[in-house]
């Protein structure tokens, strides 16, 4: 058996003007696989051996239950059968499907109830036969169908209409070629070469070779390069201004802590319902973290237990193994806890300093159009002597009118660990109304004095999600439109660069 290329190139060869008129047919008669050919036939048209004109060719094709009623009768004419064979009596409903089955039945006795074929008997329930016998057009039908290979013209148009709402036929359309005789036509095909080659080059071979034709206008495939999300925009405008203030970066790569670092050393209770399972995700292995500074550790357990600095502490029993599991982190605080402790006990004492991070947190909420169980925290905080509320409203509001936030105001509000403690408000300029943007506070003592910090040192802190004026910056309506697995590719892409002009229009007044 010769293959599809060369019985094709064969086929041609007979005259000039000889062409295949149908590729399906062509396989058929060849015993050949009909994608096979076309897309040999495809690869000849590419050099210009062959030329391909498009048939479309549309036939109808029977269900299974078609081909079972071609050979044992259509269910009206079955049920019928078995109603003349019952006799005048007929068949109960029941006794009809045991005779001829209950598929079968369904249709079959509403279709010869339709046809006035058989008749219900009202005393009994039973159906009876009205008629001794009938023509099966729906199985001649088929038939007629078949010998004609599918073709819809075998039948006419209320025929083909009944078949297709009993869903006993299909339309299908199949695609398939003429083939002709191309300008470049040869009976056998000879292979182009791609490129020119140094073995060509040494033994002349290229002299007698036939190449490719180049096309020297061809532009090359565009090469698509990463685009930075819009989060990491925002995220690099924070930074940049955070950095202007005056605020170093702190080390937040590391996003499981344990309950120690996350909770107990911002003197959070172990009672704290925020430390419950609905509340945060806890680490199943390893379970517990290795270990904690010891020495600190007896300091925040006597603070919890007993107080200090003025305060009677939680009157409970702190427990080891509740600080030492392991968890997500459920606030970049976890961070700026542990940079404190490294402030108070560095080499050569404390010196004030400006910490910032901006870096992802996981609480387990119930998502929605505003909340995820993962988002990024923005976090600024100041150590120094002598620091008051009125440091931490400045600094606040430099902040934010760099980014473009004027109009604030502040709320006094509960944190376990700050006090005084505000909740910070914008105003949103689109939904024109006042908007949560984000926490604040002052540490307070009995979070400090375990660390070792001098006692007149005081720490200011703030925070607000990253997703919020991200949201608010690229008109985002949705948090999962923004974060996860459901964000628009096309989003990332066509994202404007992030700017916040609050601060550059600060300093042009200023001047």
Same mark, same amino acid.
């Given at each position: 058996?010769?293959?599809?290329?060369?019985?094709?190139?064969?086929?041609?060869?007979?005259?000039?003007?000889?062409?295949?008129?149908?590729?399906?047919?062509?396989?058929?008669?060849?015993?050949?696989?009909?994608?096979?050919?076309?897309?040999?036939?495809?690869?000849?048209?590419?050099?210009?051996?062959?030329?391909?004109?498009?048939?479309?060719?549309?036939?109808?094709?029977?269900?299974?239950?078609?081909?079972?009623?071609?050979?044992?009768?259509?269910?009206?004419?079955?049920?019928?059968?078995?109603?003349?064979?019952?006799?005048?009596?007929?068949?109960?409903?029941?006794?009809?499907?045991?005779?001829?089955?209950?598929?079968?039945?369904?249709?079959?006795?509403?279709?010869?109830?339709?046809?006035?074929?058989?008749?219900?008997?009202?005393?009994?329930?039973?159906?009876?036969?009205?008629?001794?016998?009938?023509?099966?057009?729906?199985?001649?039908?088929?038939?007629?169908?078949?010998?004609? !290979?599918?073709?819809?013209?075998?039948?006419?148009?209320?025929?083909?209409?009944?078949?297709?709402?009993?869903?006993?036929?299909?339309?299908?359309?199949?695609?398939?070629?003429?083939?002709?005789?191309?300008?470049?036509?040869?009976?056998?095909?000879?292979?182009?070469?791609?490129?020119?080659?140094?073995?060509?080059?040494?033994?002349?071979?290229?002299?007698?070779?036939?190449?490719?034709?180049?096309?020297?206008?061809?532009?090359?495939?565009?090469?698509?390069?990463?685009?930075?999300?819009?989060?990491?925009?925002?995220?690099?405008?924070?930074?940049?201004?955070?950095?202007?203030?005056?605020?170093?970066?702190?080390?937040?790569?590391?996003?499981?802590?344990?309950?120690?670092?996350?909770?107990?050393?911002?003197?959070?209770?172990?009672?704290?319902?925020?430390?419950?399972?609905?509340?945060?995700?806890?680490?199943?292995?390893?379970?517990?973290?290795?270990?904690?500074?010891?020495?600190?550790?007896?300091?925040?357990?006597?603070?919890?237990?007993?107080?200090?600095?003025?305060?009677?502490?939680?009157?409970?029993?702190?427990?080891?193994?509740?600080?030492?599991?392991?968890?997500?982190?459920?606030?970049?605080?976890?961070?700026?806890?542990?940079?404190?402790?490294?402030?108070?006990?560095?080499?050569?004492?404390?010196?004030?300093?400006?910490?910032? !991070?901006?870096?992802?947190?996981?609480?387990?909420?119930?998502?929605?159009?505003?909340?995820?169980?993962?988002?990024?925290?923005?976090?600024?905080?100041?150590?120094?002597?002598?620091?008051?509320?009125?440091?931490?409203?400045?600094?606040?509001?430099?902040?934010?009118?760099?980014?473009?936030?004027?109009?604030?105001?502040?709320?006094?509000?509960?944190?376990?660990?700050?006090?005084?403690?505000?909740?910070?408000?914008?105003?949103?300029?689109?939904?024109?109304?006042?908007?949560?943007?984000?926490?604040?506070?002052?540490?307070?003592?009995?979070?400090?004095?375990?660390?070792?910090?001098?006692?007149?040192?005081?720490?200011?802190?703030?925070?607000?999600?990253?997703?919020?004026?991200?949201?608010?910056?690229?008109?985002?309506?949705?948090?999962?439109?923004?974060?996860?697995?459901?964000?628009?590719?096309?989003?990332?892409?066509?994202?404007?660069?992030?700017?916040?002009?609050?601060?550059?229009?600060?300093?042009?007044?200023?001047?």
């Amino acid at each position: 058996m010769s293959d599809p290329e060369s019985a094709i190139l064969s086929a041609l060869s007979a005259e000039e003007g000889s062409t295949i008129a149908d590729t399906y047919a062509f396989a058929a008669s060849h015993n050949f696989d009909h994608n096979q050919v076309v897309g040999v036939s495809k690869s000849l048209e590419g050099d210009a051996y062959v030329t391909l004109k498009e048939l479309s060719t549309q036939f109808f094709v029977l269900q299974k239950e078609a081909n079972d009623i071609s050979t044992n009768g259509s269910q009206e004419v079955r049920v019928l059968n078995a109603l003349v064979k019952a006799g005048d009596a007929g068949l109960s409903i029941p006794a009809l499907q045991q005779e001829v089955g209950k598929d079968i039945s369904k249709i079959g006795m509403g279709n010869c109830l339709k046809n006035k074929w058989a008749k219900k008997d009202k005393a009994s329930g039973n159906l009876i036969a009205i008629v001794s016998e009938a023509k099966d057009d729906v199985r001649e039908q088929l038939a007629a169908l078949q010998a004609a !290979s599918g073709d819809p013209k075998a039948l006419d148009d209320k025929a083909v209409q009944a078949l297709k709402r009993r869903k006993l036929i299909s339309l299908v359309t199949r695609k398939s070629y003429t083939v002709s005789r191309g300008p470049d036509y040869k009976p056998k095909r000879v292979k182009k070469a791609a490129d020119l080659t140094k073995e060509m080059l040494d033994s002349g071979s290229y002299k007698t070779t036939t190449f490719k034709e180049y096309n020297f206008q061809t532009l090359g495939e565009s090469v698509g390069g990463g685009y930075l999300h819009p989060l990491l925009k925002v995220r690099a405008e924070f930074r940049k201004i955070l950095m202007q203030m005056g605020f170093e970066e702190m080390p937040t790569s590391k996003w499981v802590e344990s309950s120690f670092w996350n909770f107990d050393s911002l003197f959070q209770p172990q009672s704290h319902p925020a430390r419950d399972a609905h509340d945060t995700f806890f680490i199943k292995e390893p379970a517990a973290t290795v270990s904690v500074p010891e020495d600190y550790y007896e300091r925040v357990k006597t603070m919890h237990e007993s107080g200090g600095s003025g305060s009677i502490g939680y009157r409970y029993d702190f427990k080891r193994e509740e600080a030492f599991k392991n968890l997500l982190r459920t606030h970049t605080t976890a961070i700026s806890s542990q940079m404190l402790y490294k402030l108070a006990n560095q080499e050569g004492g404390f010196q004030p300093a400006r910490y910032f !991070s901006i870096d992802r947190v996981f609480r387990n909420e119930t998502m929605d159009a505003t909340h995820l169980c993962e988002f990024h925290q923005v976090e600024g905080l100041v150590a120094d002597y002598d620091l008051s509320l009125g440091d931490l409203i400045g600094t606040i509001e430099t902040f934010f009118k760099k980014i473009g936030i004027t109009k604030l105001r502040f709320k006094p509000a509960f944190n376990p660990y700050t006090e005084p403690s505000m909740e910070i408000f914008g105003y949103h300029p689109d939904l024109k109304k006042w908007t949560e943007i984000g926490n604040s506070g002052m540490f307070r003592p009995e979070m400090l004095a375990p660390m070792g910090l001098p006692e007149n040192v005081r720490v200011i802190a703030w925070g607000l999600s990253l997703e919020r004026p991200t949201m608010i910056k690229y008109r985002i309506d949705n948090i999962r439109n923004l974060f996860g697995h459901k964000v628009d590719l096309a989003m990332t892409r066509n994202a404007p660069i992030c700017r916040f002009e609050g601060g550059e229009e600060e300093e042009k007044q200023q001047q």
